[in-house]
């Protein structure tokens, strides 16, 4: 009884545990101030692990993520400074350049039949490459009269809410819908879970392959104006710290679903829970070395806990 | 109909070469371009700068021999750059505090044993997927050695490491020979041995492995336990090659043992990963670093010079493969 309960709520147990244990060691932590801070601060990693979300539950893996957030922001800035252009102006350009590198992407994987692994590996070096050859080593490009439009997508609010929490709720709905409540979802899943299968079945792959990779890439690049927004310029490279953080979110998510399978709504809680944890962690007043440690031990047990969970319920079940 | 079939099959075997064509192609115009790329000095120099990525990739070659070649399904061990490192900055830390090189060798084993035991639990007894469990151990271990340096930079000037980076035996390197030999103890365990003829019969059909009674999960984990010795001794090289331990080493090294091993794979006749394709995608990137680099074109253009050659290398690869 004790052991099904565990196996059920097991990652539920110690996700409360973590949370205790924060608020124990300091108050702050749980004052509504800072849990919305917690949830402003995820909204770009939110953005980009939805994104990772759409290309691993066609079966691949997207290491170029960055890359699209990069080149979003890129985009952006450059359209405003050098261009004048307005914010939404801005705003096209960076998806414009979001989706350069999913076009790029979606020409190695289905064109060439490189498998997602390494083509959106020589992407991420081309990507990286172009983008230190664009800004002479890799200085940013700050543009500090940015039109007040713009800056809002990360400082506005919207009746009281943040910008970015809300856009980041938006997307969280609309990928919901798309991949879990529609036809063009259940394809996805379907060519994810048995490749040969969905094209005995009709399903036009590489056609869904496209456009995953090619909207993954512009949500992404969402994040980037965001990112672009908040500190009123363009860091190369940038993107690069979220691709881990993207991939343990949807892999833990994976981990809690009772499918093994990635999804939206798992997504969002392995963002939460690595956005807590960072969060949590910071309010402890460790060094910043430890703090680091203790989140990739934190990360490790987590996934382990995650699946394990998941494999003893498959026991439990059949 | 006969003269036909031959003619195709003389083009599909040369488009099974194309990849050590093109290679053999850039590395022509730049020993053209660059008068002393192809002096013995410059090779031997080559040849070390490419030292640590080579033992990385020989441990990772094992492993996607053990698990499969499936990136993100089979076996693939991305912490191993994080393994050296850590191996480095114990070694490190504990000889400027005076310790005697063999005392911090074994720790810095010891360290690295538990990382391979523990990614190996984690794949074989919860069933994690190599990609991210290794994946998140590399974060991990990262973490870990940033606290046991506390992301400094730490200068080590030991004989030993010296004498790694300096020292001739024989006219031939020290590094490199010790490379050499360990490389050549790994070939011959997993192609003239027993354990390695299982070993590659599980990465190659896991299933029918299992059926004819191969311990499968076992040789993965073995295969991670390698993997990380090579991690181990590739943490001394890292000390040799940058005169002691850096914190960020670890980013570079995992890009281009992943870069090198999956390269490798196009110069096999099957296209799968093997130790010499992964050891000679090893050498012939650094060649190409450095040569691009004493042609003096701008160190900007190396990642987009490296990602092009995976898209042209690979894709070629796959086009040799549709032909059969």
């Known amino acids: 009884m004790i052991w099904a309960m565990l196996q059920r709520f097991g990652f539920l147990l110690v ?37 990772m979300t759409l290309i691993v539950a066609t079966g691949g893996i997207d290491l170029s993520v960055g890359i699209a957030l990069d080149f979003g922001a890129a985009f952006a800035v450059v359209a405003m ?112 879970m048995q490749r040969s299968a969905a094209i005995v ?77 960072a969060n949590g962690l910071n309010l402890m007043g460790l060094n910043f070395n430890t703090k680091d440690a203790l989140q990739g031990i934190i990360l490790v047990s987590a996934l382990a806990l995650a699946v394990a969970q998941q494999r003893a319920r498959h026991n439990f079940a059949s | 109909m006969q003269t036909k079939s031959v003619r195709h099959r003389g083009t599909r075997e040369l488009a099974g070469y194309l990849p050590l064509i093109i290679f053999a192609g850039v590395l022509v115009y730049i020993s053209v371009n660059a008068p002393n790329f192809l002096t013995l000095r410059n090779l031997e120099l080559i040849l070390m700068q490419s030292l640590p990525v080579v ?8 492993v996607v021999m053990a698990g499969g070649d499936d990136v993100v399904s089979g076996g693939i061990d991305l912490s191993i750059p994080a393994t050296a490192v850590l191996s480095a900055g114990i ?23 538990i990382v391979g035991l523990l990614n190996a639990a984690l794949v074989t007894r919860i069933g994690m997927t190599p990609l991210l469990t290794t994946l998140a151990m590399f974060v991990a271990v990262v973490g870990v050695n940033n606290v046991i340096t506390s992301s400094r930079r730490i200068n080590v000037d030991h ?21 050499a030999a360990v490389v050549a103890v790994i070939y011959f365990a997993t192609h003239k041995t027993r354990w390695g003829l299982h070993l590659q019969a599980a990465g190659g059909g896991r299933d029918a492995a299992e059926i004819s009674g191969l311990p499968v999960r076992r040789l993965l984990g073995q295969s ?41 794979a196009a110069f096999s006749a099957r296209r799968v990963v093997t130790m010499w394709g992964a050891v000679l995608g090893a050498v012939l990137v650094a060649a190409i670093s450095i040569g691009f680099k004493s042609m003096g074109v701008n160190v900007f253009w190396t990642g987009l010079i490296k990602g092009s050659l995976i898209v042209v290398v690979v894709a070629f690869s796959a086009l040799a493969q549709r032909g059969r």
């Open chain 2, 91 to 113: 070694a490190a830390v504990m000889l400027t505090q005076g310790w005697p090189l063999a005392v911090c060798g074994i720790a810095a084993f010891i360290a690295c044993m």
């Open chain 2, 55 to 62: 033992l990385v990739c020989a441990g990772l070659g094992v």
């Open chain 1, 81 to 192: 400074k050098s261009y004048g252009m307005d914010w939404f102006g801005a705003t096209c350009a960076g998806l414009i350049g979001g989706s350069v590198v999913g076009i790029f992407n979606a020409i190695l994987v289905i064109g060439l039949r490189i498998s997602p692994f390494l083509a959106t590996l020589s992407t991420f070096f081309i990507g990286s490459s172009v983008q230190r050859i664009f800004t002479n080593g890799g200085g940013p490009i700050s543009h500090r009269r940015m039109p007040e439009e713009f800056r809002n997508l990360a400082l506005g609010d919207i009746y009281g809410v943040p910008t970015e929490a809300v856009i980041a709720t938006v997307l969280v709905v609309v990928y919901f819908l798309i991949l879990e409540r529609s036809i063009w979802g259940r394809r996805i899943h379907a060519m994810g």
């Open chain 2, 224 to 264: 991670f336990v390698l993997a990380a010795f090579t991690g181990f001794i590739c943490g001394f090289f890292v000390l040799a090659r940058g005169s002691g331990s850096s914190p960020g080493v670890q980013d570079n090294l995992m890009l281009e043992m992943v870069l090198a091993t999956f390269l490798g």
């Open chain 2, 159 to 179: 004989p030993f490491i010296v004498a790694l980076r300096a020292q001739d035996v024989l006219g031939i390197p020290l590094g490199i020979a010790v490379v």
């Open chain 1, 201 to 277: 079945a009709g399903i036009q792959v590489n056609r869904i392959l496209i456009m995953c990779f090619i909207a993954a890439s512009v949500t992404c690049a969402v994040g980037g104006l965001i990112a672009a927004a908040n500190i009123r310029m363009f860091t190369p490279l940038s993107g690069f710290s979220y691709l881990l953080d993207a991939i343990a979110a949807v892999f833990i998510g994976a981990a809690l679903n009772a499918r093994g399978r990635p999804s939206v709504l798992g997504t969002v809680a392995g963002v939460l829970f690595l956005s807590i944890v």
């Open chain 1, 15 to 51: 996700f409360g545990a973590f949370f205790g244990l924060f608020a124990a060691w300091n108050p702050v932590f749980l004052q509504g101030g800072n849990l919305l801070n917690v949830i402003e601060g995820s909204a770009v990693l939110m953005i980009i692990a939805l994104g």
